[in-house]
């Protein structure tokens, strides 16, 4: 069965801490991972990544992933206040069946920065 | 920017009530999603559709059903809504190439 485990689940850091979040998991024919930044409304998007050991990098967030062993992480550096949210991992399994564009997603990590 | 409109923020239904939660949306996507979001559970796929008038269960269709009539507008039918069915629902279009998804604003619900 396909899965997408996040963790941790939670973490409370300080403003100025560099966190760093994970993702790993088990997919047929893997085509895509995705993060994801949920605060209290919509998820909005991240990164997109595809090839392993590409860094993407926007601002103080990056990501990176590693095929061979099957995880990503995503990481913080310099945390604000504006940073608490929940982080999604999201993976596109490729072509079977009637289940184009689907995503498997992972439950989360609720990520709370303390002033 | 691809916009993804839900019709309702906040809907508070009584036990028994039909519900109907839609989504437009402006990308000329062809596929569109629906999910629930409870706490500890994450997203979760209820129905998802890849063409007009194609549907397809996801992982909880129970006591749901779906409409897509037109290209971009899908909408999520809650026959009987039960407590049960209290929650955030997500609407969300989707590409194709690469799997990037966009969400809708959500719809929180309440079944009383």
């Known amino acids: 069965e396909d899965k997408v485990v996040q963790s941790p689940l939670s973490l409370v850091v300080h403003e100025g801490d560099t966190v760093t979040l994970n993702c790993s998991y088990e997919v047929t024919n893997f085509r895509s991972l995705l993060w994801y930044k949920q605060e209290k409304k919509a998820p909005t998007f991240l990164f997109m990544l595809t090839s392993s050991g590409i860094e993407k990098k926007s601002g103080r967030l990056s990501s990176i992933l590693d095929k061979k062993e099957l995880f990503s992480i995503l990481n913080i550096t310099a945390t604000q206040t504006g940073d608490s949210a929940v982080y999604l991992c999201?993976?596109?399994?490729?072509?079977?069946?009637?289940?184009?564009?689907?995503?498997?997603f992972g439950k989360g990590t609720k990520l709370s920065v303390k002033p | 920017d691809v916009k993804v409109t839900q019709s309702s923020r906040y809907l508070v239904k009584r036990t028994g009530e039909k519900v109907f939660l839609e989504c437009v949306q402006d990308?000329?996507?062809?596929?569109m999603f629906w999910y629930r979001q409870d706490p500890g559970l994450g997203l979760r796929l209820i129905y998802f559709?890849?063409?007009?008038?194609?549907?397809e269960k996801g992982d909880i269709p129970e006591g749901y059903s779906v409409s897509r009539e037109k290209k971009e507008r899908f909408s999520l039918i809650l026959e009987s809504a039960s407590t049960n069915q209290t929650s955030m629902y997500l609407c969300?279009?989707?590409?194709?190439?690469?799997?990037?998804?966009?969400f809708g604003p959500g719809t929180r619900l309440t079944v009383t």
């Open positions: 969300a279009t989707g590409e194709l190439a690469g799997r990037k998804q966009y």
């Open positions: 999201a993976v596109a399994p490729g072509n079977y069946g009637g289940s184009q564009g689907n995503l498997i």
């Open positions: 559709s890849y063409d007009v008038k194609m549907k």
């Open positions: 990308m000329d996507h062809e596929n």
